[in-house]
């Protein structure tokens, strides 16, 4: 599902707020660029609520941001629906027991872990995360949760890259996006 298609002004404003940068961080990939929406208070509270307008009251116990940029948008989320939030990290950044899940991405390999007991059996959770490219990223956060027992309800970003059919690979899991670029 994808907001962008409704007809809510405040998505194209969050769209018209997304900078895109040329050959980063290599040649050839169009990097879409948040910090520039984060830079407007109103565009950047207008993601958040329609997070929070989807997601509020759906029986979701945990959020999973992926880092870095899940790390901004999932916190809020998770207070506004009274879920926890779990961090999904890079190697060697929790200390504590971890599992690891490695995965592919459109321009390398890399790995997420996330705290042994941080999830319990039987939670709903919500992966966050800026964008959806190939969806490497989502599906490393979504196997490890589920490898703790969590049912993934859903996956949300920002952006999705549709040419890239990152959607694709979630086997079937609903992603919510609220703007697409090509």
Known sequence: MSACKDDDSRIHAIKSKIRVVPNFPKPGIMFQDITTLLL?????KDTIDLFIERFKGKNIS??????????IFGPPIALAIGAKFV???KPRKLPGEVISEKYVLEYGTDCLEMHVGAVEPDE???VVDD???TGGTLCAAMNLLERAGAEVVECAC???LPDLKGRDRLNGKP???LVESH
């Open 40 to 44: 407007d208070p109103k565009a950047f």
């Open 62 to 71: 945990v959020v999973a941001g992926i880092e870095a940029r899940g790390f």
């Open 87 to 89: 961090p999904l990290r």
């Open 124 to 126: 709903r959770a919500l």
């Open 131 to 133: 964008l959806i490219a």
């Open 158 to 160: 920002v952006i999705e």
């Open 175 to 177: 992603l919510y996006i």
